[in-house]
């Protein structure tokens, strides 16, 4: 009785320390695993071509003041984001190069109340390739050495609408027409004249002062063409409307409005 008492004493012993070292790695490994980190929010933000320098700038600056918001850039024409957002792309800012495209999703009351404003004002001017040098202003498109001037497409490209009223007004789009050839937006202008596909193209102030390879050769009057500005919104849509708002109150800050006049934008003043 004493033997087989002392081998369950034993067998008892080994039992419970076999549990406790197992109880203890458990524990330890519990202790261990790394704890997961905040998920991000996604702000996603329909901007127009023009602005793409500017915003990606601006983006580590606000990511960084905001670690738990990841933005998400959509940049095209304002006449395409436009059209997205109106079928139901998944968009929480816009911001747009004209304040027709922003005006038609307002009627449609797809615009959060209370969020738009203006934001930016631009200029609009005639470029060459840096080489270039016989076209020196606007009535010079009319010569017969200039045979291809790129345009933004009217319809779906703000740079192009106000191409088109700067000749207008210049007396020059009756001439001139035959020679555009129409872009999908403001950069890809840009790129044919960079190019040299084109002899000459219409584009905003700001896209010509990020490029090494052209030259303004003249800029359109101011009564030329309607106010060049920039409005910004929420979208009525947006998954994360507070987050969005604070984005359009952070692109008016001082330390912004410093990136955007770095790129050639003008500010619009309250």
């Not at 003041?65 to 006449?79: C, D, F, I, Q």
């Not at 010509?208 to 979208?235: G, L, N, Q, R």
């Amino acid at each position: 009785m004493n033997r087989r008492r002392i081998l369950n004493l034993a067998c008892g012993f080994v039992l419970s320390f076999v549990l406790a070292v197992g109880c203890s790695q458990t524990n330890q490994q519990t202790n261990t695993t790394p704890v997961s980190s905040t998920e991000q929010t996604e702000l996603i933000v329909s901007a127009a071509a023009s602005l793409t320098d500017a915003i990606n700038a601006i983006q580590p600056i606000y990511e960084q003041e905001n670690p738990a918001v990841k933005l998400t850039y959509n940049l095209a024409s304002s006449g395409s984001l436009q059209q997205q957002i109106e079928q139901g792309a998944p968009v929480d800012v816009f911001i747009s190069a004209a304040p027709k495209q922003m005006n038609a999703l307002e009627e449609k009351e797809l615009l959060l109340s209370g969020t738009r404003q203006n934001l930016l004002k631009n200029e609009m001017v005639l470029i060459v390739p840096k080489a270039e040098n016989q076209v020196k202003s606007f009535e010079d498109l009319t010569t017969d050495s200039v045979e291809k001037i790129a345009v933004g497409e009217p319809e779906s490209v703000p740079a192009g609408k106000y191409a088109q009223e700067v000749l207008t007004s210049l007396n020059l789009l009756e001439t001139v027409q035959p020679k555009e050839v129409y872009a999908k937006n403001v950069r890809q202008v840009l790129t044919y004249v960079e190019s040299g596909n084109v002899d000459a193209g219409i584009v905003y102030s700001s896209d010509a002062k990020i490029s090494d390879k052209v030259k303004i050769v003249a800029t359109a009057p101011a009564e030329s063409h309607s106010p060049i500005i920039y409005p910004v919104a929420v979208i009525q849509s947006s998954k994360n409307p507070e987050v969005a708002k604070d984005f359009i109150q952070f692109l008016d800050r001082e330390q912004s409005k410093a990136v955007f006049e770095q790129y050639g934008f003008g500010i619009v003043e309250p």
